[in-house]
């Protein structure tokens, strides 16, 4: 059964201000997977909105938590799954700046090819979603000359040419920067990389450095919750990334075949022990994930014949 888009989001109080959302979006296996970040301030402030299928539950959790109030949206990208509910989140809050990546701006304020491409990848997801809806242009703010408040953003390129992290205090909102982390979900030990095509290897690590040089204490995931000692866990997915990469590219003879796939996943669930959570989650979830390590393994594949094919 799939979760009913009525069900409330899931609020969970992390520190004296910081709330993480939980939302339940009408699709199987999508539960504890997208994350919204309330900060009570001030400032008062959301890190990613969520899809436009939600929005009625973020507008639920934050009159149960008596904000009334939205200073910031900050965007890590435009994702459809992060961003695509910002349309219907400013119905409701319509005074809220929206700050984002300036590639991201035009495509917020026309959402027609975002739409369209969602559609090209992500199929019958992207429809559960729902479409997104435009954004006025006067509300959009270029995160590279963000200086409003001390929210700091950090360009992390790697997950998306257009993503950014943010940084408040000693709290790091990675959104995707340092891959997936639902080991609260499994009950154990789960990272994995988000390296869908096209994906860079040095442009991702090097915005985990940049982010690794920051004091942030506590990470905050996109996809999914938080965890202390954020240094500790950058440095588990760098290290993971170049595992994938060296596992990865020693089955590159198959590229062509049907098994590369299979065979890159079975090879990874044995020598990448940050992946060992896994077999915790239910049947859905599983399928959730495996269906986004194949689009990773993908982004790797394809790395690693275009530098095959230009040495």
Avoid at 135 to 154: G, Q, S, T, Y
Wanted: proline share 7%.
């Amino acid at each position: 059964m799939g979760t009913d888009n009525r069900q409330r989001a899931d609020i969970r109080k992390v520190s004296e201000k910081l709330y993480l959302i939980t939302l339940f979006p009408p699709i199987p296996g999508f539960t504890n997977f997208i994350s919204v970040w309330l900060y009570k301030g001030p400032p008062c402030f959301i890190v990613d909105i969520g899809p436009a299928v939600t929005i009625p539950q973020v507008i639920t959790a934050l009159k149960h938590l008596g904000v009334s109030r939205i200073d910031y949206l900050f965007l890590t990208h435009i994702h459809i799954d992060h961003a695509g509910g910002t349309g219907d989140f400013l119905h409701y809050y319509p005074e809220t700046p929206v700050i984002v990546h300036p590639e991201g701006i035009s495509h917020l304020m026309d959402p027609s090819r975002l739409w369209k491409g969602s559609l090209d990848v992500l199929g019958e997801i992207a429809k559960s979603y729902e479409p997104i809806k435009p954004v006025p242009e006067h509300l959009l703010m270029d995160a590279k000359h963000f200086h409003d408040c001390p929210v700091e953003p950090i360009l992390t390129p790697g997950h998306s040419v257009h993503h950014i992290s943010y940084q408040f205090e000693d709290i790091l909102f990675a959104g995707e920067a340092s891959g997936v982390n639902l080991s609260d979900a499994a009950g154990q030990e789960y990272l994995r990389p988000a390296t869908p095509p096209r994906f860079f290897l040095e442009i991702f690590v090097q915005s985990l450095d940049r982010l690794l040089e920051r004091k942030a204490d506590r990470i905050c995931y996109g996809h999914w919750g938080t965890k202390e000692s954020g240094h500790e866990w950058m440095e588990k997915h760098r290290n993971q990334l170049y595992l994938w990469n060296r596992v990865i590219g020693e089955k590159m003879d198959q590229w062509n075949q049907k098994s590369f796939i299979p065979d890159c996943m079975k090879r990874l669930f044995s020598e990448d022990i940050l992946l060992s959570g896994f077999f915790n989650l239910d049947a859905e979830t599983r399928k959730r994930e495996e269906y986004f390590i194949t689009n990773s393994i993908k982004g790797f594949g394809l790395f690693l014949q275009a530098a095959a094919d230009n040495p």
